[in-house]
């Protein structure tokens, strides 16, 4: 079962798990009516929301699910405007899933994200460090964190989670998220060849393309219990970091005649917060992490991608 699976990452995990799998060994599950999305029409697909815990039990037993991808999320940008939701969804949507995994003997994979660092981090972030997040989307996923390796320790759930950078991607739209702008520009350019970004132009994030990122979550799920360590709750994973101005530069250079400004908003004080860069160190030794798209394949990848 994939939850969230209309959002930025479902979309094509749920497409890359129905390859690897077949088409009706995943139920993609989501809050939202999109009849004409390709994980409603290209396989099974039940509406469910992560906070009744009592339908997805019933969903759990009567689909017959081994392993959850839990997606369903609230993300930064639209977590501060309504922080209550971003706890109750991420929180205790993280819960209904870890629960139903205790009872009925689950495989986890539930993401974290680069927002668990604070500004006191090191700019180059490393796995262990004090996570003292500003964001209440930050506080969520290392509450998720926690949850996550309680469960691993108190009931032995085999629970994994990767502490994602901003995801660029084409095939769905990014979720209401600080590193939207990564994606928005690819389609500004080719629409009306101009962005106005709403970070400055010196803003520099960890990032990745989403054939990384779906690699990456596969090749965590698949690895051997006893490679995984303790960074479980959270691994950090390593694509590609740059600034907004040379992202706008690549594309730039790409697409004649673009331009981009740069007029931050309250989006600023959440990247401000967030680290240049992250040590991966551990994903590489546990299991085999290494990324294949630089910014340069990256920008190519986005502009075929949106083009055709
Ligand atoms: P998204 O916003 O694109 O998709 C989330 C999906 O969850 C949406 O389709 C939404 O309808 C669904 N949802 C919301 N409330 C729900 C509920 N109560 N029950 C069931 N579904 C519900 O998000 P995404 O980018 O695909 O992110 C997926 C996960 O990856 C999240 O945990 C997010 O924090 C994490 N992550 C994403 C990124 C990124 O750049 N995309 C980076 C780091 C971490
Ligand atoms: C966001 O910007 O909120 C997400 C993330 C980095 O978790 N893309």
Not at 79 to 84: D, L, S
């Amino acid at each position: 079962m994939v939850t969230g699976a209309l959002g930025q990452i479902g979309t094509e995990l749920t497409e890359e798990l129905r390859k690897k799998h077949g088409t009706h060994q995943v139920l993609a599950t989501d809050v939202r009516d999109l009849p004409d999305h390709p994980c409603v029409t290209g396989g099974p697909f039940r509406y469910l929301s992560v906070i009744d815990a009592d339908d997805f039990d019933r969903v759990i037993t009567e689909e017959d699910i081994g392993t959850v991808y839990h997606l369903a999320a609230i993300l930064s940008a639209t977590g501060e405007k309504n922080p209550e939701l971003c706890e109750r969804i991420n929180v205790g949507g993280t819960i209904t899933v870890l629960e139903a995994a205790r009872k009925h003997n689950l495989r986890v994979f539930a993401p974290s994200s680069i927002a668990v660092f604070g500004p006191d981090a090191p700019k180059h972030a490393p796995q262990i460090c004090p996570l003292n997040p500003t964001t209440m989307y930050g506080r969520t996923k290392v509450t998720g964190e926690r949850l996550a390796m309680n469960y691993w320790k108190q009931y032995g759930v085999d629970v994994r989670g990767i502490r994602y950078p901003g995801l660029i991607s084409y095939k769905a739209p990014a979720g209401g998220g600080t590193t939207d702008y990564a994606v928005e520009i690819f389609h500004s350019a080719l629409e009306t060849g101009h962005y106005d970004c709403f970070v400055s132009s010196d803003t520099r994030l960890p990032m990745m393309y989403m054939s990384d990122a779906i690699r990456a979550t596969i090749s965590l799920m698949e690895t051997p219990l006893d490679r995984i360590g303790d960074a479980r709750g959270g691994y950090n994973v390593s694509g590609v970091s740059f600034t907004a101005s040379e992202l706008a530069d690549a594309v730039a250079s790409r697409v004649s005649g673009f331009t981009c400004d740069f007029n931050p908003d309250i989006r600023q004080k959440y990247a401000d917060s967030w680290p240049d860069s992250i040590d991966d160190q551990s994903s590489r030794e546990d299991w085999g992490w290494s990324p294949e798209y630089d910014l340069d394949a990256l920008c190519d990848a986005m502009i075929n991608g949106i083009r055709d």
